[in-house]
């Protein structure tokens, strides 16, 4: 099934603490803190959309800004409204995956280690092709392996669920080609502007997120 292969969702947006506080309003599930990406300018607030998928918004850490830069993780310095960034793919050979979507025309980018330190000091690696690599507009996903650590799904505010998840994208026939080569059950239709819509379960009754 096409939703048991999705790891999480990124929501990007360029206040993360102000952000926390629309979802809760507008799903009824409050975000808790993730923790700072170390180098990578960003840091998150999750939530989980069942037993092993969740929401990730993430944004600008201001602890981490220089001169006001963006970071250009997720296509955050180029969004001007919060938005559905990404999803993201569970492999467990992220690395032999990225290989052989290349020869399918696909670059997932170099397959790199990733950490977070979380709110009490802990520290969560993972493995993950390239955030940055051009994936169709995130309408592709990245890939990750959270190898040893705790997956994110399992401690973080229940009360949501991810029911359904589908893309579009002006070039459709060309998208849906890479997607088939990649054996993902994406539903895509022609749109204006490439697009993510995930339909959840809330407290406040079915919402679309996009």
């Not at 969702?9 to 360029?14: D, H, S």
């Not at 998928?53 to 969004?79: A, S, T």
């Not at 170099?110 to 995130?138: H, I, Y």
Request: aromatic share 6%; net charge negative.
């Amino acid at each position: 099934m096409f939703l048991k292969k999705i790891d999480h969702l990124v929501y990007a947006t360029l206040d993360l603490e102000a952000e926390v506080d629309v979802l809760e309003q507008k799903l009824g599930v409050r975000a808790i803190m993730g923790g700072q990406h170390p180098g990578k300018g960003t840091w998150n607030a999750l939530m989980s959309l069942g037993e092993n998928v969740y929401l990730e918004i993430i944004g600008p850490d201001p602890e981490q800004m220089v001169d006001g830069q963006l970071p250009n993780k997720f296509g955050i310095d180029q969004i001007t409204a919060s938005r559905m960034s990404t999803w993201v793919l569970k492999s467990d050979d992220p690395v032999k995956l990225a290989a052989d979507a290349k020869a399918y025309g696909i670059d997932f980018g170099e397959v790199q280690d990733g950490s977070r330190k979380q709110t009490d000091g802990a520290l969560l690696t993972w493995k993950l092709s390239n955030p940055v690599a051009d994936r169709e507009s995130g309408i592709l996903p990245f890939l990750i392996d959270w190898g040893q650590s705790p997956h994110p799904a399992h401690n973080t505010p229940k009360g949501c669920e991810l029911l359904h998840l589908r893309a579009e994208h002006p070039e459709a026939d060309r998208i849906q080609a890479l997607l088939d080569q990649l054996n993902l059950e994406l539903p895509l239709t022609k749109g204006e502007a490439p697009k993510l819509i995930a339909a959840l379960r809330t407290p406040n009754g079915e919402i679309e997120l996009s």
